[in-house]
T-cell receptor, first 116, second 110 residues
Framework: GAGVSQSPRYKVAKRGQDVALRCDPI?????LFWYQQALGQGPEFLTYFQNEAQLDKSGLPSDRFFAERPEGSVSTLKIQRTQQEDSAVYLC??????????????FGEGSRLTVL | AQRVTQPEKLLSVFKGAPVELKCNYS??????LFWYVQYSRQRLQLLLR??SRESIKGFTADLNKGETSFHLKKPFAQEEDSAMYYC????????????FGSGTQLTVLP
C-alpha cells in the first residue's frame, strides 16, 4: 500500500481480555515506532524497531505490553489483560532511514482501543 | 528529561489574520524540533522541521534557544489551516524518538 496501514481501526475489549494490534509499514522502511495517544494528549512513545530488532522499549507502560516485528516488516503490539487505562489510540509510524528519527516519520491512521 | 509544552489547547483566528502557535521545550542538549499536523479525518503528518529552515504552506518556525521556543507562525491564516498541530522534539535516546506536546487545535473562522 501507499501508506502505513493499521488494523483493526477500532477495537472494544472487556477488561482482562488480550488484544493484538497490527501495523504494516511502508515497504522498505527500516524504522518502526509505536505510540500511545490518550484522549486530549499528544502521542507518547512506546517502542522502536530497526528492522526486526527492538532497540528501545522504554516507553512500554507495563509488562502487559509486548511488541514484535519478526521479519522486519509487519509489527504487532499485544496488550495482555487489558485495563481501562489502556484505552487510547495506538499509532504506528515508520521511517525509511535507520538510526531512529533520521528522517520524516509516516504515521498510520491508528487503532482506537476502548476497554470496558 | 525532555518535555514539550504547548500552552494553548484551542486557538481561533479569523481568516486573513496572523496566527502563532506556541511551543516551548525543555532539553539539555541541542534539540531537533518539528511541527506535525493532523487535519480532520487524516493521519498525523510532518509539517516542517527546524533544520530545514523551510516555509511550508506559508508556515514558518524559528528555533529560539535563549527562550527555548519553537513557535509556529503564519502571516495570513486560511480556513484550510484548521487542524490539530503538535510540536515535537527529538532527543538523544537510543531510538531518537519524537517527544510530542499535547497539541493545539487551530480553528480559522471565515
Amino acid at each position: 500500500g501507499a501508506g502505513v496501514s493499521q488494523s483493526p481501526r477500532y477495537k472494544v475489549a472487556k477488561r482482562g481480555q488480550d488484544v493484538a494490534l497490527r501495523c504494516d509499514p511502508i515497504s522498505g522502511h527500516v524504522s518502526l515506532f509505536w505510540y500511545q495517544q490518550a484522549l486530549g494528549q499528544g502521542p507518547e512513545f512506546l517502542t522502536y524497531f530497526q528492522n526486526e530488532a527492538q532497540l528501545d522499549k522504554s516507553g512500554l507502560p507495563s509488562d502487559r505490553f509486548f511488541a514484535e516485528r519478526p521479519e522486519g516488516s509487519v509489527s504487532t503490539l499485544k496488550i495482555q489483560r487489558t485495563q481501562q487505562e489502556d484505552s487510547a489510540v495506538y499509532l504506528c509510524a515508520s521511517s525509511r532511514l535507520s538510526g531512529g528519527l533520521a528522517g520524516e516519520l509516516f504515521f498510520g491512521e491508528g487503532s482506537r482501543l476502548t476497554v470496558l | 528529561a525532555q518535555r514539550v509544552t504547548q500552552p494553548e489547547k484551542l486557538l481561533s483566528v479569523f481568516k486573513g489574520a496572523p496566527v502563532e502557535l506556541k511551543c516551548n521545550y525543555s532539553y539539555s542538549g541541542s534539540p531537533e524540533l518539528f511541527w506535525y499536523v493532523q487535519y480532520s479525518r487524516q493521519r498525523l503528518q510532518l509539517l516542517l522541521r527546524h533544520i530545514s529552515r523551510e516555509s511550508i504552506k506559508g508556515f514558518t518556525a524559528d528555533l529560539n534557544k535563549g527562550e527555548t521556543s519553537f513557535h509556529l507562525k503564519k502571516p495570513f491564516a486560511q480556513e484550510e489551516d484548521s487542524a490539530m498541530y503538535y510540536c515535537a522534539l527529538v532527543g538523544a535516546g537510543s531510538a531518537r524518538q519524537l517527544t510530542f506536546g499535547s497539541g493545539t487545535q487551530l480553528t480559522v473562522l471565515p
